[in-house]
């Protein structure tokens, strides 16, 4: 792979890149991958690039919105510099965004602290009141988590048969579907990540960075603050909570009682598409660079992870709690 890339980036035109006459490669480094993207930190002509591969066969366009989307955002200062988007696919087998390296440390759980998080509220706040009534770029769509809950079954149909799991499935549905009615009816609209998480952040001194803006999407600012809440790399406590409300946008009950839906909402929605990620991986729906260089066993792991999660809030009934999701997703 990283043959592939040297020589993709040599025959690229340097001027697309801003690298002068003749592009010299002196460094290629996994830098990882995430759910859908795999990431190598490329040293051209001195300059520290991040090459970064769509490597989910169904996720068509996602690269070029983020490229769009970054562009966009860019006098923000809070993401990467977007500097080539590739759609061809005459070299790889998908597309290609080349972004401007962040100098910086990756985040872990131990930074999560009071001023963290404070930080975290400032930059949401800064993400959600940006003017997007001008934003001509092609949105990943998302509703509000149930549709995506909802689409889940055909999804489920393809693979799998266990009467249990569909059982638990359509009595887990019905239950959301009456969290979603009690949801306010003030229609709220902003800019969203999509995916704030320990994972997607660098950290510069006093300042934080966010990464990996593919699915940015516009919808109700709740639903993301939910996320945080719930998907962060763990459940905030109520004094996180508190904290990040007080340096957040001003907002009101009804917006917090909002949040509180869609965590439940997102609980459920994170247990599905945790299972449906683990089929897609076994059954090699997934490129094959990323299904090489992952484990199948983690994503089951993970998927009983949030199984546990699910049943702990309610959004799963607890008569459920045996179910072998190991055997089932096998």
Do not use: C
């Not at 509000?144 to 499935?169: A, Q």
């Not at 639903?223 to 945080?228: K, S």
């Not at 484990?295 to 009983?304: D, L």
């Amino acid at each position: 792979m990283k043959e592939k890339i040297k020589s993709y980036f040599e025959n690229l035109n340097p001027k697309k890149l801003n690298l002068g006459s003749q592009i010299r490669i002196s460094k290629i480094k996994k830098l990882g991958q995430g759910s859908s993207n795999i990431n190598y930190l490329v040293v051209a002509n001195g300059k520290k690039l991040v090459f970064r591969l769509n490597a989910h066969p169904e996720g068509e366009g996602k690269l070029k919105r983020e490229y769009l989307g970054l562009k966009a955002i860019e006098n923000l200062g809070i993401s990467p510099k977007a500097l080539f988007f590739d759609g061809s696919k005459k070299k790889f087998s998908n597309e290609v965004l080349v972004l401007k390296y962040i100098e910086g440390r990756k985040m872990s759980l131990r930074d999560l602290n009071v001023n963290f998080v404070k930080r975290l509220a400032r930059i949401s706040a800064k993400i959600h009141r940006f003017d997007i009534s001008n934003l001509k770029i092609p949105f990943y769509l998302r509703s509000s988590g149930l549709k995506e809950i909802e689409d889940y079954k055909k999804k489920f149909r393809r693979f799998l048969k266990d009467r249990s799991f569909f059982e638990m499935y359509e009595l887990s549905l019905e239950r959301i579907r009456d969290d979603f009615k009690k949801l306010s009816a003030k229609k709220r609209l902003a800019l969203n990540h999509s995916d704030i998480q320990v994972g997607n952040i660098i950290t510069q001194k006093n300042k934080i960075k966010l990464i990996d803006w593919e699915f940015m999407y516009k919808g109700d600012p709740a639903g993301e603050v939910a996320y945080i809440f719930t998907d962060f790399g763990r459940v905030f406590t109520e004094k996180e909570k508190r904290v990040f409300y007080e340096n957040y946008l001003r907002v009101s009950n009804e917006f917090k009682n909002d949040v509180k839906i869609y965590q439940r909402i997102r609980f459920l929605e994170g247990f599905y598409w945790a299972v449906w990620h683990a089929l897609k991986v076994k059954k090699g729906l997934m490129d094959k660079e990323y299904v090489k260089n992952t484990s199948k066993e983690s994503h089951i792991k993970f998927a009983e992870k949030l199984f546990k999660r699910a049943v702990k809030h309610g959004v799963i009934n607890k008569k459920y709690s045996k179910l072998n999701l190991r055997r089932i997703v096998r």
